[in-house]
């Protein structure tokens, strides 16, 4: 049991490059979530999905694509990206959004050039 | 969205002393929970607590739902509780909003 797992752990990218972050979980959870860390501001939600096929945008979601086409996987994508988008993503899962506990990924650093 | 504000943002402590953090929301949650941040960046739950208290050996946590705010306790702080410790509330629109977190610094 992997838990939720994040690729790559570290990415420097140029900006206007393309790249996306991959998530995934052998838990079986429903919720999945991306969430953005940078410096003094805490984690803040980027986009979350409550099941297969179903996506939304959270407080932070310009700039970044999501979709999710089987419970396991979440991948998080930057279309274009900005040197503003450099920071610590997680991920996160749980069972169902309602009463249920957060677990993370390891998190993935990205740094835009 | 909820503000979620968290008290004190850093905290110095000689190993063994106890310690308070605080932790007010702007509007009602339905899914509290407390989170340390290690040195190595990894988060890990310590607690799901939407009202109540919960203990964890040195650790506990207390929510009063009603009035929007959540405490957590550290006693007999140890070296291995460095770190950031976050907030964090779920809304009924499945969005969860973060504190931005406090930093402890445990010295032997």
């Known amino acids: 049991n992997a838990g939720v797992t994040q690729t790559p752990k570290f990415q420097v990218l140029k900006t206007g490059q393309s790249m996306t972050l991959q998530c995934a979980q052998d838990m079986n959870h429903e919720y999945m979530s991306w969430y953005r860390q940078d410096p003094g501001m805490g984690l803040r939600l980027i986009h979350y999905?409550?099941?297969?096929?179903?996506?939304d945008q959270g407080e932070v979601p310009n700039g970044y694509n999501v979709s999710r086409s089987t419970t396991e996987d979440f991948p998080l994508r930057l279309l274009s990206a900005a040197p503003s988008q450099t920071s610590v993503y997680f991920c996160a899962s749980t069972l169902g959004a309602g009463a249920n506990v957060l677990t993370f990924g390891a998190g993935s650093r990205l740094t835009v050039l | 969205g909820i503000q979620v504000e968290q008290s004190p943002p850093d905290l110095i402590l000689q190993e063994g002393a106890n310690s308070t953090l605080r932790c007010n929301f702007s509007?009602?949650?339905?899914?509290l929970q407390w989170f340390h941040q290690n040195p190595w960046g990894q988060l890990i739950n310590l607690f799901y607590i939407p009202s109540g208290t919960k203990q964890n050996g040195r650790l506990s946590a207390t929510t009063v739902a009603t009035e929007r705010y959540s405490l957590l306790y550290i006693s007999s702080s140890q070296t291995t509780d460095s770190g950031v410790y976050f907030c964090a509330g779920g809304t009924a629109g499945n969005q969860f909003y973060f504190g931005t977190g406090t930093s402890l610094t445990v010295i032997p």
């Open positions: 509007d009602s949650v339905n899914n």
């Open positions: 999905s409550v099941g297969a096929g179903i996506t």
